[in-house]
T-cell receptor, first 115, second 114 residues
Framework: KQEVTQIPAALSVPEGENLVLNCSFT??????LQWFRQDPGKGLTSLLL?????REQTSGRLNASLDKSSGRSTLYIAASQPGDSATYLC??????????????FGKGTLLTVNP | SAVISQKPSRDICQRGTSLTIQCQVD?????MFWYRQQPGQSLTLIAT?????????ESGFVIDKFPISRPNLTFSTLTVSNMSPEDSSIYLC???????????FGPGTRLTVT
């Protein structure tokens, strides 16, 4: 059974700092990995999607990497801003045929960026 | 990407009652998904809803408790039946984008059962 772990559970940084969020998964047979952002009491916003054949994806100040063999992904946020404060969730989908849509989520990292 | 709306955005319900949550997508999609996020926990898939067939439920979730309808390619409903305080959660619907396996989520329905 796939398990996804995110470390740290919470992180508080001053504005402008670069930071890294970590995600690990137990089964390396994944179809893709997706990073989401969730604001308090709200739904999820997709940030980055990395296919299993890719090593990294970038969008603006965000960069996500994937090391499938070691079961790890990182989300790098450059020059953090107070508006980045949210919970960041990592999710993987399995490579198994016919069910590569079933996301398994980590519990998330609660990020607070202080002005 | 897909634009997804949910109704209601939040509700407070009494135990023993039922609530139906609606999910509307701005484009036709084959598969729609319903997730639950209990307080302090991550998201758990409840079921997958395909148009024209019965929903497929994940382990631990049953149709009598969470009946789902999927009348067309842009709409689905999830009913939380005979509610108890343990059903207090955020319920989210999602759809899969075309091609890359990316999933998009609605804004969620925050349910509190008293």
């Amino acid at each position: 059974k796939q398990e996804v772990t995110q470390i740290p559970a919470a992180l508080s940084v001053p504005e402008g700092e670069n930071l890294v969020l970590n995600c690990s998964f137990t089964d390396s047979a994944i179809y893709n990995l997706q990073w989401f952002r969730q604001d308090p009491g709200k739904g999820l916003t997709s940030l980055l999607l990395i296919q299993s054949s890719q090593r990294e994806q970038t969008s603006g100040r965000l960069n996500a990497s994937l090391d499938k063999s070691s079961g790890r992904s990182t989300l790098y946020i450059a020059a953090s801003q107070p508006g980045d404060s949210a919970t960041y969730l990592c999710a993987v989908t399995p490579r198994s045929g016919g069910s590569n849509y079933k996301l398994t989520f980590g519990k998330g990292t609660l990020l607070t960026v202080n002005p | 990407s897909a634009v997804i709306s949910q109704k209601p955005s939040r509700d407070i319900c009494q135990r023993g009652t039922s609530l139906t949550i609606q999910c509307q997508v701005d484009s036709q999609v084959t598969m729609m998904f319903w997730y639950r996020q209990q307080p302090g926990q991550s998201l758990t898939l409840i079921a997958t809803a395909n148009q024209g067939s019965e929903a497929t439920y994940e382990s631990g979730f049953v149709i009598d408790k969470f009946p789902i309808s999927r009348p067309n390619l842009t709409f689905s409903t999830l009913t939380v039946s005979n509610m108890s305080p343990e059903d207090s959660s955020i319920y989210l619907c999602s759809v899969e984008g075309a091609g890359r396996g990316e999933q998009y989520f609605g804004p969620g329905t925050r349910l509190t059962v008293t």
